[in-house]
């Protein structure tokens, strides 16, 4: 129940942070596809990283297998120091609680109101009063950056940016360590996307979440990104800030930065 | 640290205890063991030392402990609203949650969240809580709650049942209209999904008609013929139940079962998609939707129910049939000779003729719901369970309609 000091100390102020995503030898097949052939990937607490890939390179399929919701077909995920694909239900239930996952489409209850959406997390795992509750979730969908009046539209209500914030918010909800997202700014207008890359970096920098993101937005990338990583040919092909993944010789990785000529050059990444 | 020996531990004293005096001595005060109780419950104690109040926090404030230290700090009292800073050397951990609990507190104490002063906070803590600050939610409830009351709910759902026939009937009127085109211009007739739709809604619904009509022929012979059987009047179970099966049990038995497994399928289809944007693609094209996609469904519909009907009506004598022979003394051979001359043909044309008119509602509703399915989801169920039960109770309506038709013009 009690977390370690860590969860909440400043990443910066750490030398080594530990580990919380410990991913090794993942093989994934579909039928004869292979898509992960041996991939490894490890990420440090308070990192803010971004997937990226081809089609097909099984970006969504990692996220997916490092939550516990596809079976790879070799190779141990380690999340939060649990190992997901061995862990008993019980273990796997107390990781479930730590980190924050949001799905491409949102998958927001469609049955359920906004705010509804996001006290079902809180009210599945604590004993809040009802007050409380109500405060705690009106400041999420105020962290996720949405407007009060929100809290009681209904899912179809919401526009395509909304949508994405109010996931966040029902992902943040339980105050988790690491945060998942596929895709968070595929769909959304420039302008949203940015102000989505900001909250992003806030929810990293502000409250200390560790940050995984599957990504094809390139200003994502040159804005937010601490480090990113790269798949292809079923295992990671690079690994590090933009400007060293710029530099990566790689066919693929060549011709998708050069799909954006109005790069800033030369790259360089804040610190 | 060594416990100090208690009185009660030595030696002679325990030994002349019985043993239901043991607990209650175990129980006694042992100072060292409350204090390992009491310490980590504590989340929060007022120092108003050198004059100046403080709100000392400690231990971990995190979402956890959240109920537990609102009711610590809610045990403070009206102290709270004396404090000028908060210190935080002993807090181990603090999220949002456990700013959010502080801050809202302090502001129901009447002290401005935005000024107190943040001591000896770690600077991850403080950073949550200038976060929190800079977001806190306005006090009071967030949606306002709408409550009806009986006369309203009532006036809401008589007129969303009567825009629900509105709409209805004037999707019915578009469908007659393309209906009628497609009559004279056979081309806008899609071929290849009509045939599709003839397959789906009318070959593979055979084999759940037949058992279900065959299943009622058998105990509408069964119950009719205890009865018959008392006056010795057995071979007028034939009558009965050729007139009954025929002109109304097959045509209402069939068109439920349609209604249930083609009605709801239309409105899943459809608003499976309309949700993927299919149906707006399709407009799009240049296509009309209730051409490519309703018209098929309610033609085939239209075409099969009657055929459906008919195989309802066979199964369900050959129910009787089998009753009659086993049960009734009626040989297969006798039933067939008493049908021919009881059964008037009119009574198999009447209930074959319903089946159409009830294939066209059944469609109508199906496909105007399923095209009516809003953008999300959940509503593809309710649709489809609405379509169901609309089918159904339209049909029986329209049923009644017809036999009080028949009954007056003598049929």
């Known amino acids: 129940m009690v977390k370690p000091d860590e969860s909440v100390t400043d990443p910066a102020i750490m030398t080594a942070p530990e580990l919380v995503i410990d991913a090794r030898a993942i093989v994934t097949r579909f039928g004869k596809q292979v898509v992960h052939n041996g991939l490894d990937l490890q990420i440090r607490r308070g990192d803010l990283v971004a997937l990226i890939g081809g089609s097909g390179t099984g970006k969504s399929v990692l996220l997916r297998e490092i939550i516990g919701l596809h079976r790879p077909d070799s190779g141990s995920v380690t999340l939060l120091g649990t190992d997901i694909w061995t862990a008993s239900p019980d273990m796997l239930a107390a990781v479930r609680r730590r980190f924050g996952m949001m799905f491409q489409e949102g998958a927001l209850f469609s049955s359920l109101s906004v705010a509804a959406n996001v006290a079902t997390p809180l009210r599945e795992h604590f004993s809040l009063p009802e007050d409380l509750l109500d405060e705690l979730v009106r400041l999420r969908l105020a962290l996720a950056g949405l407007p009060p009046d929100a809290a009681s539209k209904m899912p179809s209500q919401l526009s395509g940016g909304m949508v994405k914030r109010a996931a966040i918010a029902r992902a943040i909800a339980l105050e988790p360590e690491v945060l998942f997202l596929d895709e968070p700014t595929s769909g959304l207008d420039p302008i949203t996307a940015r102000a989505f890359d900001q909250l992003l970096t806030f929810l990293n920098r502000d409250l200390g979440i560790t940050v995984l993101l599957v990504t094809h937005d390139l200003d994502s990338l040159v804005g937010i990104a601490r480090r990113i990583v790269v798949l292809g040919q079923g295992r990671v092909i690079a690994d590090g800030s933009l400007a060293e993944i710029t530099a990566v010789d790689d066919p693929w990785i060549q011709s998708y930065f050069s799909s954006r000529a109005n790069l800033p050059a030369p790259i360089r990444h804040q610190q | ?411």
């Open chain 2, 1 to 411: 640290m060594p416990r100090p020996p208690h009185p009660s531990r030595s030696p002679q004293t325990s030994r002349n205890c019985s043993p239901e005096t043991r607990p209650s001595r175990r129980a006694t005060f042992d100072p060292h063991r409350a204090v390992a109780v009491k310490t980590p419950v504590e989340f929060c104690r007022i120092d108003s030392g050198d004059g100046a109040t403080v709100l000392m926090l400690q231990g971990l404030w995190q979402i956890a402990q959240a109920d537990r230290i609102a009711i610590a700090l809610g045990k403070l009292g009206k102290t709270v609203g004396e404090v000028q800073s908060i210190d935080g050397k002993g807090l181990g951990a603090m999220d949002t949650a456990g700013a959010l609990v502080l801050l809202s507190r302090l502001r129901a104490a009447g002290i401005d969240p935005g000024t107190i002063a943040l001591v000896n906070f770690d600077p991850s803590h403080t950073r949550i809580v200038e976060v929190v600050r800079s977001r806190l939610p306005s006090p009071g409830p967030a949606q306002a709650s709408q409550a009806f009351g009986l006369a309203a709910r009532t006036g809401q759902i008589a007129s969303n049942l009567g825009m629900t026939l509105l709409g209805h009937v004037d999707f019915l009127g578009r469908v007659v209209f393309e209906l009628a085109r497609a009559l004279r211009q056979p081309a806008l007739l899609r071929p290849r999904e009509f045939m599709s739709q003839l397959g789906q809604t009318g070959v593979t619904a055979i084999p759940v008609v037949a058992l279900v009509t065959f299943l009622i022929g058998v105990v509408f012979a069964y119950l009719l013929g205890l009865q018959a059987e008392q006056y010795g009047a057995n071979v007028f179970v034939v009558d009965g139940t050729a007139l009954g099966m025929t002109r109304e049990f097959a045509p209402i038995i069939v068109a439920v079962i349609v209604a249930g497994r083609s009605g709801a399928a239309f409105t899943a289809q459809l608003g499976t998609m309309k949700l993927t944007e299919e149906i707006d693609a399709i407009r799009t094209l240049g296509l009309s939707a209730d051409q490519v996609l309703v018209l098929p469904r309610i033609a085939a519909l239209m075409i099969t129910l009657p055929l459906l009907v008919f195989i309802g009506d066979v199964a369900g004598l050959l129910g009787a049939m089998v009753i009659g022979q086993t049960m009734l003394d009626i040989t297969p051979h006798t039933f067939l000779d008493r049908l021919h001359t009881a059964l008037d043909p009119k009574h198999v044309v009447i209930g074959l003729g319903k089946a159409p008119f009830f294939a066209l509602v059944i469609g109508i509703i199906g496909c105007r719901m399923g095209i009516s399915v809003e953008r999300d989801t959940r509503s593809i169920g309710i649709n489809t369970t609405s379509t169901v039960v609309q089918s159904i109770v339209a049909v029986i309506i329209l049923d009644a309609i017809f036999a009080v038709i028949f009954q007056q013009l003598g049929w």
